[in-house]
């Protein structure tokens, strides 16, 4: 569960970035947000995985709440949430299977435990056989499907995929896509923002959609619409 109570973030220029947001995301939702350039998503984004703080109101994610936890439960918080970005964000310098240990690894995950976990979860994403490649030898969908299993390998609540297919081209965003449902029948919570209105409209899921830092519609069966 997700639970924000009138979240004011306003940063140090006295830009207002959310007013007064409440939201309330179920577990096992597939939630896609929406808006324009500015209109508050990524700072919500940095809300939920603690990099930013809120000049007010309050935030619950799952037992947690965000006023109370302390600088050594972060890690904790930020193994249930896992994140994915447009751009990737892959160590150049590891193979897909590296870069996906490396994530299990920081946590002290026993080396057992990772030759087990980590071939898995390559396959859930369709990427045994890249599994010795490096980023530089794979495609923008492959290098997200990389992403998504590095996010995924620690086996978090919530899946937050920040604009995961802007820099993919429509048959890669699409099966990026076909990745988070499965993922979310799964039982993960997904958490998608996107500007692609084909994509939006084509999911038939839950569309909040936010303008000047307020929510100005969240829809059962949403669609992009700014
Ligand atoms: P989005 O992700 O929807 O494009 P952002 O959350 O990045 O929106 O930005 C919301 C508003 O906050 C914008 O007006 C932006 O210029 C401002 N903003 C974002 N980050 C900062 C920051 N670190 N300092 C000051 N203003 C910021």
Do not use: C
């Not at 965003?173 to 029948?185: A, F, T, V, Y």
């Not at 899921?205 to 992009?224: A, C, L």
């Amino acid at each position: 569960m997700i639970l924000l109570d009138r979240v004011t973030v306003m940063y140090p220029n006295k830009t207002v970035a959310l007013s007064g947001i409440s939201l309330h995301i179920n577990p096992k939702e597939f939630v896609t947000i929406v808006g324009a350039s500015g209109a508050g998503k990524s700072t919500l984004i940095r809300l939920l995985i603690k990099e930013e703080v809120p000049t007010s109101g309050k935030i619950i994610v799952g037992s947690i709440d965000y006023d109370t936890i302390d600088k050594a439960n972060i890690p904790h918080l930020r193994r249930r949430i896992g994140v994915v970005f447009q751009d990737f964000k892959l160590l150049p310098n590891l193979t897909v299977y590296e870069n996906v240990a490396f994530a299990l690894e920081v946590s002290g995950v026993k080396t057992s435990e990772i030759k087990r976990a980590v071939p898995k979860i390559l396959q859930l994403v369709g990427l045994s056989e890249k599994m010795h490649n490096y980023p530089s030898e794979l495609s923008g969908g492959e290098k997200q499907r990389t992403a998504i299993a590095r996010a995924l390998v620690r086996n978090p609540k919530i899946l937050i995929a920040d604009e995961p297919t802007g820099n993919l081209d429509p048959k890669n965003s699409w099966d990026i896509i076909e990745l988070l449902l499965k993922i979310n029948r799964f039982g993960t919570t997904v958490v998608l923002t996107t500007h692609n209105k084909e994509i939006v409209d084509a999911l038939k899921k839950r569309v909040i959609t936010i303008n000047r830092g307020r929510v100005v519609k969240d829809e059962k069966i949403g669609k992009y619409s700014l």
